[in-house]
């Protein structure tokens, strides 16, 4: 069975930068289709960013287009999400996600679509 551990969340202020890793141990980890989602206090998780299989294809939310990129290392195990121009409304608990079901070069949006979560770290944008 897989493990995701994700790391690297933190204090930063409004517009600076900060990168989240998450490393999986156990199975392939090619073999998984990637997601990471978010959740902030009182508001509903939501869909920031996924990375096919292949590494090729990536979807992104509208709120973090342009500002987020999404990519992973599959020698390392471990998939990452930079952080660009942070927002305090970037504020939240960010889940890392796999599906080994997803189509090797597709991305899903949807969370149930992915059967296994890690822990979370959380990432909070001070004004």
């Known amino acids: 069975q897989v493990q995701l551990v994700e790391s690297g969340g933190g204090l930063v202020h409004t517009g600076g930068s900060l990168r989240v890793s998450c490393a999986a141990s156990?199975?392939?980890?090619?073999?998984?289709?990637m997601g990471w989602f978010r959740q902030a206090p009182g508001k509903e998780r939501e869909f920031v960013a996924a990375i096919s299989r292949s590494g090729t294809t990536t979807d992104y939310a509208d709120k973090v287009k342009g500002r987020f990129t999404i990519s992973r290392d599959n020698a390392k195990n471990t998939v990452y999400l930079q952080m660009n121009s942070l927002k305090t409304e970037d504020t939240a608990v960010y889940y890392c996600?796999?599906?080994?079901?997803?189509?090797?070069?597709?991305?899903?949006?949807?969370?149930?679509?992915?059967?296994?979560w890690g822990q979370g770290t959380q990432v909070t944008v001070s004004s």
């Open positions: 156990g199975r392939t980890f090619s073999s998984f289709a």
């Open positions: 996600a796999a599906a080994s079901n997803i189509a090797y070069y597709y991305t899903s949006t949807t969370a149930r679509d992915y059967p296994l």
